[in-house]
């Protein structure tokens, strides 16, 4: 899986500050600010603007705590997530402001937000691939099929909504084949993992890591590589419309307005 340059933890870490500091509201009196912020520690794409910022706590360190921010008090919220819909699920009911995940994702996001009225605004790009590659379906080791062809009419899960739900329905497409081409279901990582090792389903989807380390645990073999649609694929930050709306976005880096 190649990760861009947008990737990089120096590139991305100001942008989380500064949009951090930008919700900060101007006041003379003490007053805590709550920031949900919805990350995904088992996504490779998604660390660098998650858990690996949490652990080091840089976002703590980076927060102003002078002049007009030393009465401000900061609670971070780290909500960790499988997936991106979980995250999305947490903006719409406003107990995440910022949140991070893939492309397919993050147009669910977009689309939810406007017909909810909980509007949100992609801020930064953290990974991409060029060619689609991150994202698999993986068979169990002992499995007949090689092939995504093999799969007509077996029991196939993903994660709905997230970046390997797009990429088996973009693979379809690139194929000219229907979407009831195989029996779908909604499984977690961990759930299809299990299902998967233990023979109960036929194939099993998943964006990266997955597809990489379940045959690398040794009981999995990849069929399908998500760079096969040929289709871009990318991570990225979103927050609230209105939470960013409400405090003055002069927050934005100078090379950015």
Known sequence: MSVGPASKLSG???LLVAATIGFAPVTASAETLEIGIG??????????????LKELGLLEKHLPKTGKYKDIQYKLSWQNA?????????????????????????????????????????VAIIA????????????????????????KGKNVSVPFGSAAHGMMLTSLQKRGLPPDFWNLVSQ???????????????????????????PF?????????????KTPTFHGVVVRKDFGEKYPRSWWPTSMR
Do not use: C, W
């Open 82 to 122: 499988t997936s991106g819909p979980p995250i999305t699920n947490g903006m719409m009911a406003n107990n995440i402001q910022i949140g991070m995940m893939g492309d397919y994702p993050l147009m669910v996001n977009g689309a939810t937000g406007q017909a909810t009225k909980n509007e949100t605004q992609l």
């Open 12 to 14: 991305f870490l100001p």
């Open 188 to 214: 977690s990582p961990e759930v299809g993992s299990t299902n998967l090792q233990e023979k109960r389903i036929d194939a099993h989807g998943d964006f990266v890591p997955f597809a990489e380390l379940l």
């Open 39 to 52: 990350t995904q520690n088992t996504t490779t794409n998604t660390v660098t603007g998650g858990v690996v």
């Open 217 to 229: 645990k040794g009981f999995a073999r990849k069929i399908y590589d998500g760079a096969e649609t």
């Open 128 to 151: 991409y691939n060029a060619v689609g590659g991150g994202n698999g379906i993986v068979v169990h080791k002992d499995s007949p099929f090689y092939e995504l062809a093999d799969l």
